[in-house]
């Protein structure tokens, strides 16, 4: 990742007691790697990211809010991925985990586009074969407002031909507009797939070959499935032809029902990837 990542981007580094490590960007409060004890990196970082002042980083986990895509008046995917966020401390816990808090506030940037006081903190905690990623916002605005969130999570995998997403059967779900329905058995990623599914009960599977991944979230009821397939990744400059192979984004997200917090009332959603 150090041959991507340049040397100069301010950035925190996890190390777990157990091996597991983590490095999170104050840009953006990214997310860029996550390694279990194995060594082994979990998520997909495009080696053509952009880590530019007002870019969005291409893996990782970008961190979605207040706004989800373009469904409202803000830049796509909201203000939170392009800011600068502050690190307000990590530990290791009792129990040998690695805990990082980062946390964004408002800014004039930030009133620029939604003219509202919030904080937003993200946990990330790393230890075994686990990464927890909680998302904490707090209003400290003195009127109420409405927001959506993602976790944005770019999994790494070997060969997207080769995967396939379980627990999804049944699920209601909208792509670029038009309403579904998830057929029995599990998802296999052939070409696009950019679908939002409403409501989902419970975690996620995403298993290639003999090795699996499970993705929980809690407090996000939606869950976003994304691959842009050969035809899109060839569009975007910040990923390789052949990047959307080895990438899957499976996002905790709230966006089918936004949430509307009152002064002072805060909300938490969080995603939970466990290699199994
Ligand atoms: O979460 C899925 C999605 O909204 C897709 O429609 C796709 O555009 C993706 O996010 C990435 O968006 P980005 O702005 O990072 O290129």
Same mark, same amino acid.
């Given at each position: 990742m150090s041959a991507i990542v340049p040397d100069h981007l301010p950035r925190i580094r996890l190390d777990a007691p157990d091996g597991a490590q983590a490095e999170i960007a104050l840009h953006g409060g990214h997310v860029l790697s996550w390694r279990t004890p194995d060594a082994r990196e979990r998520l997909f970082l495009s080696p053509r990211a952009s880590f530019d002042t007002g870019a969005a980083i291409r893996g990782g986990v970008p961190v979605i809010f207040p &706004?989800? =895509? /373009? *469904? /409202? #008046? *803000?830049p796509k995917h909201g203000l939170a991925r392009t800011a600068t966020w502050q690190h307000v401390d990590s530990q290791i816990t009792a129990g040998g985990a690695a805990v990082a808090r980062l946390r964004l506030t408002e800014d004039e940037a930030s009133r620029s586009v939604w003219d509202y006081a919030f904080q937003l903190d993200l946990i990330v905690t790393i230890g075994g074969s686990r990464l927890d990623l909680a998302l904490q916002v707090t209003n400290t605005d003195m009127e109420a407002y409405r927001f959506m969130a993602a976790l944005h999570t770019y999994l790494a995998v &070997? =060969?997207? +031909?080769d995967v396939a997403v379980e627990g999804l059967a049944g699920l209601s779900y909208r792509e670029r507009g038009v309403d579904g329905a998830q057929p029995d058995g599990a998802l296999r990623i052939e070409g696009e797939v950019d679908r939002i599914y409403w409501n989902v009960p419970g975690p996620l599977i995403l298993r290639e070959g003999a090795e699996a991944v499970k993705v929980a979230a809690l407090g996000f009821p939606d869950v976003v499935v994304w691959n842009p397939g050969p035809a899109l990744a060839a569009k *975007? #400059?910040? *990923?390789? #032809? +052949? /990047?959307?192979?080895r990438m899957l984004c499976i996002e905790a997200a709230l966006i089918g029902a936004p949430v509307t917090l009152a002064p002072g009332a805060n909300w938490r959603g969080t995603q939970t990837i466990t290699a199994l």
């Open positions: &706004q989800f =895509a /373009g *469904l /409202g #008046p *803000l &070997q =060969a997207i +031909e *975007l #400059p910040d *990923l390789d #032809p +052949e /990047g959307y192979r």
